[in-house]
């Protein structure tokens, strides 16, 4: 299986921060790798597919970048809405696999 | 809008089975994959089974295969997962997951989530 390995697993930041999480696969899996976002008692959201393109809907403050085996999800501007959980999952080969999530606190 | 709604979740003892249910509507259903993704309390996300648009396919994680059971009704809209042995560790939220059409695999849209619990 695909090792999804994030970091940090916590991140303090503020209002108007620029913030960077980082992602690392065990092997290369091209750009097959995307985010969401998770907030306790809401279904999680959609924010990033093939690294770097934003669905519909999603802010412009998002954005991500890499390939091959590292990858990172930038929010600038953070926004209060935007404290909540990211996780990325690489989409590469089954079984799918997520990281283990970063934390996005005040 | 695309509606997933969950279902079927409850309290079981270990080795007891279950019926997950997900009801669709807001897009053709048939017409994409559909996946079932847990997360145990105060875990991650785990990818747990898939199915192409025409039930034909399947596919399982290694920690559920031989025990749970992915199936849909395209007339009624509905995926469903049959949950049988249930162990302790398959205590978690199930979510049903779409598969967005944008080529390699993406959750675009989830349900709210159905929390099973094996307890005895």
């Known amino acids: 299986d695909i090792q999804m390995t994030q970091s940090p697993s916590t991140l303090s930041a503020s209002v108007g921060d620029r913030v960077t999480i980082t992602c690392r696969a065990s092997q290369t899996i091209s750009t097959f790798l995307n985010w969401y976002q998770l907030k306790s008692g809401k279904a999680p959201k959609f924010l990033i597919y093939d690294t770097s393109t934003l669905p519909s809907g999603v802010p412009s403050r998002f954005s991500g970048s890499g390939s091959g085996t590292d990858f990172t999800l930038t929010i600038t501007n953070l926004q209060p809405e935007d404290f909540a959980t990211y996780y990325c999952q690489q989409s590469y080969h089954t079984p799918y696999t997520f990281g283990q999530g970063t934390k996005v606190e005040i | 809008e695309v509606q997933l709604v969950e279902s079927g979740g409850d309290l079981v003892q270990p080795g007891g089975s279950l019926r997950l249910s997900c009801a669709a509507s807001?897009?053709?259903?048939?017409?994409?994959?559909m996946h079932w993704v847990r997360q145990a309390p105060g875990k991650g996300l785990e990818w747990v089974s898939r199915?192409?648009?025409?039930?034909?396919?399947?596919t399982y994680a290694d920690s559920v295969r031989g025990r749970f059971t992915i199936s849909r009704d395209n007339a009624k809209n509905k995926l469903y997962l049959q949950i049988n042995s249930l162990r302790a560790e398959d205590t978690a939220v199930y979510y049903c997951v779409r598969d967005a059409l944008v080529g390699r695999t993406a959750f675009d849209n989830w349900g709210q989530g159905t929390l099973v619990t094996v307890s005895s």
């Open positions: 807001g897009f053709t259903f048939s017409s994409h994959w």
């Open positions: 199915m192409n648009g025409d039930g034909k396919r399947e």
